[in-house]
């Protein structure tokens, strides 16, 4: 049998995404486990939607991950975190570049802002209906994260998740 080495990624792709439908969610996983994801981090915002995490649910998201690792070449699993609240995500690596899903016109595009550096990238992409202000304000002001826009449309959140993770991966390749 072929033996394949896979070198770790110098600088990780986050994805820190609040609560989507159910039937979305698996579209999510895939997608941006093809695309390179390193960790997928799941919280509840005020405006998201009741998502409940059975043993049930995280045992299909694992084999969502596994599938797509699989049809994708990659060989390490993209880690999964829950949390209860956009302020529990407190733990970040030293080296790091965050950023959110900004549907104000004055956003720059990731694009126009991005540069190439070691730094792990975190992208938080609110629910459907938006991020509460509050959390803009904590992650404006106690993340000091960097409002960004994907596109010029507003994105539905898995749609923006996606986008985010495929932009960053497109640009960290040049």
Do not use: C
């Not at 999510?28 to 486990?33: R, Y």
């Not at 829950?82 to 570049?97: A, L, R, V, Y």
């Amino acid at each position: 049998k072929d033996v394949f080495f896979e070198k770790e990624k110098k600088q990780k792709l986050i994805l820190v995404q609040a609560f989507i439908k159910p039937n979305k969610l698996d579209f999510l996983l895939e997608k941006t486990t093809e695309l390179g994801v390193d960790a997928i981090w799941f919280f509840k915002s005020k405006n998201s939607e009741k998502l409940n995490f059975s043993k049930n649910r995280l045992d299909r998201m694992r084999s969502i991950l596994i599938a797509a690792i699989k049809q994708s070449g990659r060989l390490y699993l993209p880690k999964i975190e829950i949390f209860e609240s956009i302020k529990d995500i407190k733990k970040f690596d030293g080296n790091k570049n965050i950023y959110f899903g900004d549907v104000e016109k004055k956003a720059k595009r990731y694009v126009d802002i991005y540069k190439k550096d070691k730094k792990n990238s975190y992208f938080f992409i609110g629910p459907e209906m938006g991020f509460f202000l509050g959390e803009i304000s904590y992650l404006k002001n106690d993340l000091k994260a960097k409002g960004i826009k994907l596109n010029d449309n507003i994105l539905r959140a898995e749609t923006a998740g996606i986008a985010s993770i495929a932009i960053a991966a497109h640009l960290l390749k040049l």
